[in-house]
Every structure is written in C-alpha cells, then in structure tokens.
C-alpha cells in the first residue's frame, strides 16, 4: 500500500493513530503526517467535522484540512451519493450535516481505536 504525506487535524490525528505512520510539524490546527489508507483517512476527516454540527462548504473545507479543492469536492460528493453526508440550501450556501448511516460509518473506525 503507497503511502501519502498529508495534512490532518490534530483531533482526527490523534483519535485515528491507525491511520498514521509518522506524524511531522504541527502547522496551525494540523499536523503533517505519512499516512497509510488515505482514501478512508479522508472520509474520515470530513465525517468527524460534521459528527457535532452541521457546517457550510467554506466551514468543512477548511477544518477537513483536505487541501487539494478537487480532492475535497470528489471526497464530498463520495459521501452524498452515499448518504454518509445530506446537503440542504440556506439562502446561497449549502449546509451540510451528518447522517444515521454516515454516523454509524464513523462510530464504526471510533469504536476501534478507543
């Protein structure tokens, strides 16, 4: 399995340690890391963003720590076509909230690394 350097929140870091092979430099509210499973490490990001409260797209592409847009739009669009993520209009924004399904999916890698 290849291995990519990435950015991931601190929080998402620490609860998902699977995830991680070396962690590097904090840079603000993330730390740069060589991880293992990038695609679901991904998901994963933008799942435990949403797990509290629902959140604009500027809100969740910013926290998610995903940097590339494209690859944050694909990851998103994966979640919503897999009813992971529900999105609803709020005047000109999209709000998007986590679902039962999308819940389970992260309580699911949770329950593992407690």
Same mark, same amino acid.
């Given at each position: 399995?290849?291995? #990519?350097? @990435? ?62 847009? #494209? ?14 993520? @529900? ?11 986590? @679902? ?15």
């Amino acid at each position: 399995m290849k291995t #990519r350097l @990435t950015y991931v929140p601190i929080e998402v870091a620490d609860r998902f340690e699977d995830f991680i092979i070396t962690r590097g430099e904090q840079v603000l509210d993330a730390v740069k890391a060589r991880t293992r499973d990038f695609s679901t490490l991904s998901l994963l990001k933008l799942l435990y963003q949403l797990r509290c409260n629902p959140m604009t797209f500027s809100e969740l592409y910013m926290r998610s720590e995903i940097r590339m847009k #494209r690859s944050f739009l694909n990851y998103l669009h994966l979640c919503v076509n897999y009813n992971f993520v @529900t999105k609803t209009p709020s005047g000109s924004n999209m709000i998007y909230s986590i @679902t039962g399904k999308g819940r389970t999916m992260l309580d699911l890698f949770l329950q593992k690394s407690n």
